[in-house]
């Protein structure tokens, strides 16, 4: 038995594409697995907060040297790490902004990459400082895009700080295992749009095919 971490980012409803396709792939996993269970969690129309001082006191002060601001901003990062820990599976959808993240989705990020939680800081160890601490879980990522051509050896490669970015923060606390699933070409509509949502789809359903024959439903 499984459970599902499925995250939304962006700010839209019914027209944002990545939330659609997230929306889909979780009903097309609840299908196949009834028995996992799911968390959701919407950064983009409830967005957590941003680092602030208070959270950085807090994250690196033992408890009891705390101040009561201190507790209450890392408290809510520490509800959040709970949370992204007791998942075995991340579905997230990720519009790109500016060539990267939305803001929303950086916050979520900066309040769940923390040091003895998800990482841990080990300056004695010269060579490798830096240990990731969530191990074993498996990432799915929907990117919604306005335009096209980011992906190796096209046209907009080189401006492509979405994939490239959450590839790294995530490998970076020790999610390694990550399908991109993009969909592109929403600033000019049309049959592009309509042929990338299609090609998407079909991605989806081989997706949950695949991660379901490596999470075989146990037989009473
Ligand atoms: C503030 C903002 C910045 C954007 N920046 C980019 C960009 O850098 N590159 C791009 O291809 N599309 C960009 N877009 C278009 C979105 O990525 C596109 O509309 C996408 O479908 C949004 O995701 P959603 O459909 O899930 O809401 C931007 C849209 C907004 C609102």
Do not use: C
Not at 145 to 167: A, I
Not at 197 to 211: D, E, P
């Amino acid at each position: 038995m499984a459970h599902l971490l499925h995250i939304d980012s962006s700010p839209r409803g019914e027209r944002s594409h990545s939330r659609r396709l997230t929306r889909e792939f979780v009903e097309a996993w609840k299908q196949a697995h009834p028995t996992d269970s799911v968390t959701y969690r919407d950064v983009g129309r409830n967005p957590v907060p941003h680092v602030d001082e208070p959270w950085i006191a807090g994250a690196y002060a033992p408890l009891e040297q705390r101040t009561p601001e201190a507790q209450a901003a890392i408290g809510i990062s520490d509800q959040l790490v709970d949370e992204f820990l007791a998942a075995d599976l991340y579905v997230i959808g990720i519009p790109m902004y500016n060539f990267s993240v939305p803001s929303t989705f950086k916050a979520y990020i900066d309040q769940i990459v923390r040091a003895g939680r998800t990482f841990v800081f080990e300056p004695e160890d010269a060579t490798n400082p830096y240990k990731p601490l969530v191990l074993g879980k498996k990432m799915v990522v929907i990117t919604a895009r306005g335009d096209s051509g980011f992906g190796p050896g096209e046209r907009n490669e080189k401006m492509n700080y979405q994939d490239p970015y959450v590839r790294t923060v995530f490998g970076f606390i020790g999610i390694t295992d990550i399908t991109f699933i993009p969909v592109e070409n929403d600033e000019f509509g049309g049959t592009s749009l309509a042929q990338s949502i299609a090609n998407a789809r079909t991605q989806v359903a081989q997706l949950v095919g695949a991660l379901a024959m490596q999470h075989p439903i146990v037989q009473p």
